[in-house]
């Protein structure tokens, strides 16, 4: 296996331009703030994003807590990639992940501005400080299971990188715990809100008798009790109002719905 690291200042683009970097040099899998990536899927890690702290962030990058370490060092070994590129804030911290995780020493380190133009890194730097915003180089799909409530806003990008065809490539941004921004709530009449007008706008359902919602760090749980017109396709109707619900909730709210459960109780005549 080869290892390459990717080294610069905090909040200089490394995430944003990590995917097409390993595009170009043909690099399937990324160590990235906690986090292991193999093609465009997460495969294990935690993401020092979500810590509650700076220091915690740090800890988490840096893979100082065992189990997390070995969850790692396991699932590299299970998907096996030729190669794996690091990203650190120094070329010191790449070569510590690297033997932090039982990887060889970097074949080789580029740094951030071998890839960016100054003007690049300031935007970056800028977005960052004032927008509080982190990248991180997966699909929101993969992305939104550890950071449900927070913000999320998918970024896809498609750049010819020197292959035969251009690569398409997704990154995601997020409002991670310690940012200023921090996390917000949802209200019980938000959800209550949207799902009356899902009702309102679907065939055969004749009101919303209750909505709850419970959230939890993985996301949200919602639990409706409808009411539907006689004689209409109960089971079509109720299978419509629970796809939109979870569709629209996850976003419109940038929450992780973790399910709808849909109550039928009893019909109203016309």
């Not at 740090?58 to 370490?69: E, G, P, Q, R």
């Not at 750049?159 to 065809?165: E, F, M, T």
Request: proline share 4%; glycine share 8%; hydrophobic share 40%.
């Amino acid at each position: 296996m080869r290892t390459y690291g990717l080294s610069g200042k905090s909040g200089t683009g490394k995430s944003y331009n990590a995917s097409e970097l390993c595009g170009r040099m043909r690099i399937p899998a990324i160590i990235d703030d906690g986090l292991f990536i193999y093609g465009s899927n997460i495969v294990a890690g935690i993401s020092a994003k979500k810590q509650a702290t700076r220091m915690g962030a740090v800890k988490t990058a840096l893979f100082m807590n065992n189990d997390h370490c070995v969850e790692v060092r396991a699932a590299i070994r299970r998907t096996k990639p030729d190669s794996i590129l690091i990203l650190g804030t120094s070329d010191r911290m790449v070569e510590q992940i690297a033997e932090r995780l039982g990887l060889p020493a970097p074949t080789r380190i580029i740094h951030i501005e071998d890839i960016t133009t100054k003007a690049e890194r300031n935007r970056a730097s800028r977005e960052r400080k004032e927008d509080g915003t982190h990248v991180i180089p997966a699909p929101t799909f993969e992305v939104r299971r550890q950071f449900s409530g927070y913000f999320i806003d998918p970024k896809r990008t498609l750049k010819n990188v020197g292959l035969r065809r251009p690569v398409a490539t997704e990154k995601t941004v997020v409002r991670p715990t310690f940012s200023y921004l921090g996390r917000y709530e949802i209200s019980d009449k938000v959800v209550s809100d949207i799902v009356q007008h899902i009702a309102s706008v679907t065939p055969g359902v004749a009101g919303v008798l209750w909505v709850s919602s419970e959230n939890s760090d993985e996301g949200m749980y919602i639990r409706i009790v409808l009411q539907f017109e006689y004689g209409c396709q109960v089971r079509k109707a109720a299978l419509a109002v629970q796809r939109a619900v979870a569709g629209e909730v996850a976003y419109m709210t940038a929450f992780n719905v973790l399910g709808v459960e849909v109550e039928i109780r009893g019909f109203k005549f016309k």
